[in-house]
């Protein structure tokens, strides 16, 4: 199988990290957008920044998903995210982490 292809079984399905953003409020949070290769799913994950020690091991640049825990994304932007999950599989392995 190859590092593009979305579906591993019929349950999980690989992602890419598509985006990382920072929340503005009092939360702190750091938010990892992972999208299916074709940008038509998204996977949400949030971490409290004070999470991240110097143990931390780092973003996983791909995750394996249950399907019923991804999203539709929003049609504006699937191009975008499926272009990020491609620059993604193509620059780095899987198990890799940012």
């Known amino acids: 199988m190859s590092g593009t292809e979305a579906r591993t079984d019929a349950e999980t399905v690989r992602v890419w990290l598509v985006e990382r953003t920072y929340s503005d409020d009092e939360q702190n949070l750091i938010i990892s957008t992972y999208a299916t290769p074709d940008g038509a799913r998204y996977y949400r994950q949030e971490r409290a920044l004070t999470t991240f020690s ?15 825990d991804l999203g539709t994304s929003d049609p504006d ?22």
Do not use: F, I, N
């Not at 143990?55 to 394996?64: H, L, M, N, Q, W």
């Not at 975008?80 to 890799?96: L, S």
């Open 77 to 98: 932007e699937r191009e975008r995210y499926a272009a990020e999950a491609a620059r993604m599989a193509e620059t780095h392995e899987q198990d890799d982490k940012l």
């Open 54 to 68: 110097g143990t931390d091991s780092g973003t996983p640049v791909a995750r394996e998903v249950a399907v019923s």
